[in-house]
C-alpha cells in the first residue's frame, strides 16, 4: 500500500528523485511528536500528547501516553485516530480531564486512572480551549465562544414555500470580520465558564462583549483570574487587555491591572497571595518585549521581574515554594526555560525546547514543573519533538521518548552547522545556520537555497524541519538566517526595521549567501531565493533589487503594504509596523512595498499562496503575478487549494508546497540535472 501510495505522490507532485536512503516526502506522514507534558500531582509520572498524521485523511491526530520520569513504564492511555489533548491531572492524581473529538465535536473527557474508563463529561456546542482544575478538585473552567444572536437588516419579503432563492446576504458592521484559518465569522466572543467535574451544564461567569481569555482559579476556589480587553472601543485597540478578578457567586468584576498594554497569562502562587503575569508598556513598536510582572491578588505591589533582560518571556509556572517562577524564551534562536528568582535574576536550564510543527524551524514547545525537575518538548535539527526530562537533582537532562526511531535511524538527513556572518551594512553579527545535503562533498559545488522566515518579529533556530529537510534531500545547500528585526537578540535588534521593513534586512540576507558562497562549495549560478509571508515580503525585495538568483518562489507574500493594510485580517497591525493610516502616509507604504521595485524584477517568479488566506490574502499575490506578466517576466502562480496562511496544516498541503518549489528551481537550474 505505501509504496503505491508513493507512486501517487510522485505522480501528483512530480518530486525529483529521492534516495531510499534520504528523508522523502512520504516520510513527512510517519513522523510524530511529543507534546504538551502534564507531570502528576506527586511528579513521578508525566502524560503528553503523541502526535502523528493519517495519510488516509490527510490529517493531524494524537492520543495520550505516560511514563514514569525514568522513561520505562511508558503506555499509552488512549487510541484510535482522534484528536486528544489538552491532558490534564487532577488535584489528587486520580483523574485526568483532557479534549476529546472523538465524539465528532471536540468535548470535555474524564480517565479514572484506577480502572482506565473514560467518559464524554461535556455537550458543548463550540470548540473548548484553556481548561483547568479548581484547587479543590469539584470544577473546570474553561474557555468557549459565544454567539451573539445576529439582528436581520432590511426588510425582506417571505418567500413562498417550497421556493428556492438565493442565500441570505452577509451584513458586516465591524472592523474584524474575517480571521484566517476560520473565514468569514458570525459574531462571537470568548467567554470564560465552569463546569462540575462530574458532568453537567457548564455556567458563563463572564459577560459582556468582550473576549476573555486564561482563566486561573483563586486559592479557595471561590473566583477567577483572567485577561480581558472590555475597554468600550476594543475592537480598535485589541492589545490594550486587562487583568481581572471575578467573583462566581456575584459574577462582580475587579480590574487589577490598568496601564496601556497588553496584560495576560496570570499564575497563581502556592500561597494564593501573588499573581504573576505577562505583558508590556505598549508604544506602538513592531515588536515589544514581554515582560513578567508581579502583584497582589487585589491588585497591589507591582514590579515587573524582567526589567532588566534584554529578552522576551512567553509561559511560565511556579516553583513548589513560590520563591520563583519557571519561564520560557528565547535566546538566539533556541527555545529554552530557565528559572528566574523574585529579584529579577535568570538561571538558565533547558535547552532545545521545539514544536511539533512539519513547517519551518520556528520557535515553540512546551514544558512542566513537578519537584525542580522539567518535563520538556525537546527537538535539535536531526530529531523532532521528544518527550525530555531535566532532572535538578543530576542537573542533566535525558531524553524519555524514541517517537521517531522506527523511521530515522534508517533515514539519511541533512546535517545543519550554525554559521555567524557580519552584514555587509554596519558590520553587525547575524545568526545563521547551513542545511548540506546527506553525502554532502565540500569538493564539489551545489546549488544554494535562500530560505527566510517570516514575521518578521520571530526567529529561526536549531530545531527540528521537515519542510528544510525536503529541500536539502533533493540536493540543495539551504541557508536559513535571523536577520535584523529577528527576536531573541534583545529589543534594540528586533528595533532595527521599526517603521523600516524592508530595508537593510536585504543586506543581511546577501551577507549570508556571500559568506557561505566563501566556503567554497556553492555554484554561484544556481542561486535561489524562497520565504513564506515576510519571508515572501523579503524575498520579492530582494528579486527587485538584485538578479543574482536564478528563479525565486515568493510564498504568501504582501507586495502592497497599502491594499494589505485594508484587507489582512490584522488591520490593527498597521499602527505599530507603520507611522500612520496608508492614506496619510502613501509615500511611506510604497516605498517599503515590493511592488515598488517590480520593474526591476528580471528573476523567473513563482507565487505560492493559499486559496483562503486571509492574513496575507491571495489578493497581493495577484497584484505581483499581474505585474511581473505585463513585465514579460517568467512568472507563474500556484494557488493552493482550500489552504489559509498555515499552509502545512494539512500535510499534503506542504507536499504540494514543497514540490512546486523544487519544479520551479530545476525549470530553472542552469547547471542542475
Request: charged share 20%; aromatic share 12%; with cysteine.
Amino acid at each position: 500500500m505505501k509504496n503505491a501510495l508513493l507512486f501517487l505522490a510522485l505522480c501528483f507532485y512530480s518530486f525529483p528523485s529521492f534516495s531510499q536512503d534520504n528523508f522523502a516526502p512520504l516520510d513527512v506522514y510517519d513522523l510524530e511528536f511529543a507534546t504538551q507534558p502534564q507531570f502528576s500531582p506527586d511528579g513521578k509520572q508525566i502524560i503528553y500528547a503523541r502526535s502523528f498524521m493519517d495519510i488516509m485523511t490527510d490529517r493531524r491526530l494524537s492520543n495520550l501516553w505516560i511514563t514514569d520520569i525514568s522513561g520505562k513504564d511508558h503506555r499509552p492511555l488512549t487510541t484510535g485516530n482522534h484528536n486528544q489533548r489538552s491532558p490534564l491531572w487532577s488535584p489528587d492524581g486520580k483523574k485526568i480531564a483532557y479534549l476529546s473529538n472523538e465524539s465528532g465535536k471536540t468535548q470535555i473527557h474524564m480517565l479514572w486512572l484506577d480502572n482506565g474508563q473514560s467518559a464524554k463529561i461535556s455537550n458543548l456546542q463550540t470548540g473548548v480551549s484553556n481548561l483547568k482544575w479548581s484547587p479543590d478538585g469539584r470544577w473546570l473552567a474553561f474557555t468557549m465562544r459565544v454567539k451573539k444572536d445576529a439582528q436581520s437588516f432590511g426588510n425582506m419579503p417571505k418567500k413562498p414555500k417550497g421556493a428556492k432563492w438565493a442565500d441570505a446576504p452577509k451584513y458586516i458592521d465591524r472592523l474584524v470580520y474575517r480571521s484566517d484559518g476560520s473565514g468569514y465569522v458570525e459574531e462571537s466572543y470568548n467567554h470564560i465558564f465552569v463546569m462540575p467535574t462530574e458532568g453537567g451544564s457548564p455556567r458563563q461567569i463572564s459577560n459582556g462583549d468582550f473576549n476573555h481569555s486564561n482563566p486561573e482559579w483563586s486559592k479557595n476556589s471561590q473566583s477567577i483570574f483572567c485577561s480581558a480587553n472590555r475597554q468600550k472601543d476594543w475592537e480598535y485597540d485589541q492589545r490594550n487587555s486587562e487583568i481581572y478578578s471575578i467573583d462566581l457567586l456575584s459574577n462582580q468584576y475587579t480590574p487589577l491591572t490598568k496601564r496601556y498594554g497588553p496584560d495576560g497569562n496570570p499564575s497563581l502562587s502556592p500561597n494564593g497571595e501573588w499573581l504573576a503575569y505577562t505583558g508590556y508598556d505598549d508604544k506602538k513598536m513592531g515588536n515589544h518585549l514581554t515582560r513578567i510582572h508581579l502583584m497582589k491578588t487585589d491588585g497591589s505591589e507591582k514590579k515587573a521581574l524582567t526589567k532588566d533582560i534584554d529578552l522576551s518571556f512567553g509561559s511560565m509556572l511556579w516553583d513548589d515554594d513560590g520563591k520563583g517562577l519557571y519561564v520560557f524564551y528565547n535566546e538566539k534562536g533556541n527555545s529554552k526555560v530557565g528559572h528566574l528568582n523574585l529579584n529579577g535574576e535568570l538561571n538558565n536550564l533547558a535547552n532545545n525546547l521545539g514544536s511539533s510543527s512539519i513547517g519551518r524551524p520556528y520557535s515553540g514547545g512546551q514544558f512542566d514543573v513537578a519537584n525542580g525537575n522539567i518535563a520538556f518538548t525537546q527537538s535539535t535539527p536531526e530529531q523532532p519533538s521528544e518527550l525530555a526530562l531535566y532532572n535538578s537533582s543530576t542537573k542533566a537532562t535525558s531524553t524519555l521518548s524514541n517517537l521517531n526511531d522506527d523511521i530515522l535511524p534508517r533515514k539519511k538527513l541533512a546535517q545543519v552547522k550554525e554559521k555567524w556572518f557580519e552584514s555587509s551594512f554596519d558590520g553587525r553579527k547575524i545568526q545563521g545556520w547551513v542545511m548540506t545535503p546527506p553525502d554532502f562533498d565540500s569538493k564539489k559545488k551545489y546549488p544554494l537555497i535562500l530560505e527566510i522566515h517570516g514575521g518578521p518579529f520571530t526567529n529561526y533556530g536549531d530545531r527540528f524541519s521537515p519542510e528544510l529537510q525536503l529541500l536539502a534531500n533533493a540536493g540543495y545547500v539551504v541557508l536559513y538566517t535571523n536577520p535584523r528585526g529577528s527576536t531573541s537578540y534583545g529589543k534594540e535588534f528586533a528595533d532595527l526595521i521599526h517603521h523600516n521593513y524592508p530595508s537593510n534586512d536585504y543586506d543581511d540576507l546577501m551577507s549570508g549567501v556571500d559568506a557561505v558562497i566563501k566556503e567554497g562549495y556553492i555554484d554561484t549560478d544556481r542561486l535561489f531565493v524562497t520565504g513564506g509571508s515576510g519571508g515572501g515580503v523579503l524575498t520579492s525585495w530582494i528579486i527587485g533589487k538584485t538578479d543574482r538568483f536564478a528563479a525565486a518562489v515568493v510564498a504568501k507574500p504582501v507586495i502592497n503594504w497599502y491594499s494589505w493594510a485594508l484587507t489582512s485580517d490584522i488591520a490593527g497591525v498597521v499602527d505599530y509596523w507603520f507611522p500612520g493610516k496608508p492614506w496619510d502616509h502613501q509615500e511611506h507604504y510604497m516605498k517599503r512595498s515590493p511592488i515598488s521595485l517590480v520593474g526591476n524584477v528580471k528573476t523567473p517568479t513563482m507565487l505560492l499562496t493559499g486559496e483562503q488566506d486571509y492574513r496575507t490574502p491571495i489578493s497581493e499575490s495577484e497584484q505581483y503575478y499581474q505585474a511581473l506578466k505585463m513585465q514579460k517576466v517568467p512568472a507563474a502562480m500556484v494557488r493552493i487549494q482550500g489552504a489559509s496562511h498555515g499552509i502545512a496544516a494539512k500535510p499534503s498541503n506542504l507536499l504540494a508546497k514543497v514540490s512546486y518549489i523544487l519544479a520551479w528551481f530545476e525549470k530553472y537550474d542552469k547547471g542542475g540535472s
